[in-house]
Antibody, heavy 121, light 108 residues
């Protein structure tokens, strides 16, 4: 079955950088696009961005555009989220999620358990 | 950006009752590009419905969804104890993808 495991979360100071990883297994990782979605404490879901199966297409939410970068290493079955110039409002649980079929603008059919990022001085 | 507004914010019902959740879009969304997710307390979201009305694998048939244009509905025909959770709609037809603010279904 599909398994997604995020890692790399923790406490980071405003203005600094952090890289999250998402290890995937149980499916052909290189065939599917992948989303990042975040959830601030006590709040709803916010889409961060998506990357295509080959990594050539990337789309981002307005609040992270220009600061966050999604990438992937299909040889390692791993998805990444590089977070630069982080802000307190980036504090959230970050989920990676697999798209439901071939494509990019697709629903998320499997989710990891999330990793918490806290931006604080 | 397509804004999704979910109502009500909280729905207080008893097990066995019917739940009707609304999701309204700021502009037309093809039903082919609408999904619903369930998030139980302390857990990751789970896909319930995609392409407007198709149930995801393992989702019981008490969950159904419908709608078109700007108005969409998720219906839970008879609430089971495990259905008390927060529900989100999402449009994935255009970037940025957006979620509604969620409807919490709580035990009355």
């Amino acid at each position: 079955q599909v398994q997604l495991e995020e890692s790399g979360g923790g406490v980071v100071q405003p203005g600094r950088s952090l890289r999250l990883s998402c290890a995937a297994s149980g499916f052909t990782f290189s065939s599917y696009g992948m989303h990042w979605v975040r959830q601030a404490p006590g709040k709803g879901l916010e889409w961060v961005g998506v990357i295509s199966s080959d990594g050539n297409e990337k789309y981002y939410g307005d609040s992270v555009k220009g600061r966050f970068t999604i990438s992937r290493d299909n040889s390692k079955n791993t998805l990444y989220l590089q977070m630069n110039n982080v802000r307190p409002e980036d504090t959230a649980v970050y989920y990676c999620a697999k798209v439901g079929k071939l494509g990019v603008f697709i629903w998320a059919d499997s989710w990891g358990q999330g990793t918490l990022v806290t931006v604080s001085s | 950006e397509i804004v999704l507004t979910q109502s009500p914010g909280t729905l207080s019902l008893s097990p066995g009752e019917r739940a009707t959740l609304s999701c309204r879009a700021s502009q037309g969304v093809s039903s082919s590009f609408l999904a619903w997710y369930q998030q139980r307390a302390g857990q990751a979201p789970r896909l319930l419905i995609y392409v407007g009305s198709r149930r995801a694998t393992g989702i019981p048939d008490r969950f159904s969804a419908s709608g078109s244009g700007t108005d969409f509905t998720l219906t839970i025909s008879r609430l089971e104890p495990e259905d008390f959770a927060v529900y989100y709609c999402q449009q994935y037809g255009s970037s940025p993808l957006t979620f509604g603010g969620g409807t919490k279904v709580e035990i009355k």
